[in-house]
């Protein structure tokens, strides 16, 4: 398969096309959002795109194939954060804090990832069980942040890796799926800063460095 030129290659007509493919997805990601996946239509999507229903399909296949381009779409803005491992847990929360920022910057998205919650749950879901694999993954990318820090002294040696891990993701998603339920009152930056700083002051070392 041939690598997608660069932008300034490709045509007039390409470049239509790629804009067209992103104002339905994220026409996508508000009517999902806001819907869920069975309540969401195709010619709600394609309404709100300014396209007709064969033009979202001719870019995504079908409705299924849309949910699951918005739910990678959405992983992907998190993990661009984290395109690289950290160098020390407080990299890892300094970059939580960061992905709870972008997200709060788009509210469709954030709406987006709290209906995902349930989504997850729903049998016949085309997403159900990914928050699993996406769990592992996680867990496996991140868990040794903490035993290397643990070694160098910056986390206290008590400090489980895995359920430090367990707790800023537990943290990050409950403040989130609150936010959901009350936008107006919760200041979602606010509160989920102050919870990840909270964590990592609990389990930061209070040893003396070595001289």
Known sequence: MSEMPPAHERDGRFARGDARKERI?????RQFGRKGYDCARVADIAR???????????????????????TTYRE???????????????????????????SADDPDLLAFRAMLVGAYRAEGNPVAGRDGTTLSAALEWLTPVVRESIDDGEIDESVDPEQLILELLALT??????????????????????????????ARSRREPSS
């Open 48 to 70: 709100e795109a300014g396209v007709t229903d064969a033009g979202v399909l001719h870019h995504f296949g079908s409705k299924r194939d849309l949910f699951l381009a918005a």
């Open 25 to 29: 997805l994220r026409a996508a990601i």
């Open 76 to 102: 992907e803005v998190v993990w661009s954060v984290l395109a690289s491992r950290p160098v020390s847990v407080r990299a890892l929360f300094d970059g939580a804090i960061e992905i709870v920022r972008r």
């Open 173 to 202: 998603e409950g403040i989130r799926n609150h936010w959901a339920a009350l936008p107006d009152r919760i200041d979602y930056v606010h509160v989920a800063t102050q919870a990840i700083n909270s964590l990592y002051e609990r």
